[in-house]
């Protein structure tokens, strides 16, 4: 997988294929925006540059490849997390009854409204940050902001932040992993692994605040 996702990383359809991804995993967290990131970004620490650079594949016929640039893959991921909240939010603002019955259904979806608008309202919007990197946790902020009737105001500035957190880091993982170990297939694996954890950090963190009311 790690192969194939490297080829990509040769052509500028790299930045509109993170884009994409990160603006519709809000909505189908399954996939992979995060690896997507982290590999484009290994790239650029492989090829010794934070900046497009040209190579000849070919002795007679040279053909330009680029590595991506590291800055704009930040502003990249950083504002299509921004609109993919923001989409979801519109969404859950918006959803109607349809929605509400799928809400219902759901005790976890419930509760984590529940707590984000509790939270929003006393301005700690923090959970917007942490939930970014908890695996849906994303999708149950962003649509919960908007069920719950906050302000674009309460909920933008904390979805910036989180953008700006998740993008970092992931880029950071990626670039710095890759120059250390000096590896970019061993770069990137070990990366995606501390993306994964850093999940599972966070779902942890998520979820303890319900486990603390639930044991009170």
């Known amino acids: 997988m790690f192969e194939t996702l490297g080829s990509l990383t040769a052509s500028p359809w790299i930045y509109a294929l993170v884009a994409v991804s990160i603006v519709?995993?809000?909505?189908?967290?399954?996939?992979?925006?995060?690896?997507?990131?982290?590999?484009?970004?290994?790239?650029?620490?492989?090829?010794?540059?934070?900046?497009?650079?040209?190579?000849?594949?070919?002795?007679?016929?040279?053909?330009?490849?680029?590595?991506?640039?590291?800055l704009l893959l930040l502003v990249i991921a950083t504002t299509a997390s921004v609109l993919g909240d923001m989409a979801a939010y519109r969404l859950g603002r918006r959803g109607g009854a349809r929605?509400?019955?799928?809400?219902?259904?759901?005790?976890?979806?419930?509760?984590?409204?529940?707590?984000?608008?509790?939270?929003?309202?006393?301005?700690?919007?923090?959970?917007?940050?942490?939930?970014?990197?908890?695996?849906?946790?994303?999708s149950v902020v962003s649509l919960g902001a908007g069920?719950?009737?906050?302000?674009?105001?309460?909920?933008?500035?904390?979805?910036?932040?989180?953008?700006?957190?998740?993008?970092?880091y992931s880029v950071a993982l990626g670039y710095f992993g890759t120059q250390w170990l000096g590896t970019q297939w061993l770069g990137t694996a070990l990366s995606v692994v501390a993306l994964f954890a850093a999940g599972a950090l966070a779902a942890f963190l998520v979820r303890r605040p319900e486990a603390a009311a639930a044991t009170a």
């Open 99 to 138: 929605l509400d019955r799928a809400i219902a259904r759901s005790r976890r979806l419930t509760r984590a409204h529940e707590r984000l608008g509790t939270a929003l309202a006393r301005g700690g919007g923090a959970l917007v940050v942490v939930a970014r990197f908890a695996p849906a946790g994303r």
């Open 24 to 70: 519709l995993d809000v909505f189908l967290p399954v996939l992979p925006s995060g690896v997507l990131v982290i590999t484009a970004a290994a790239a650029a620490a492989a090829a010794g540059a934070t900046g497009p650079v040209s190579v000849s594949v070919s002795v007679s016929v040279p053909v330009p490849e680029q590595v991506p640039d590291i």
């Open 147 to 168: 069920k719950t009737q906050r302000k674009v105001a309460e909920f933008l500035p904390w979805s910036v932040l989180a953008g700006m957190a998740w993008a970092g």
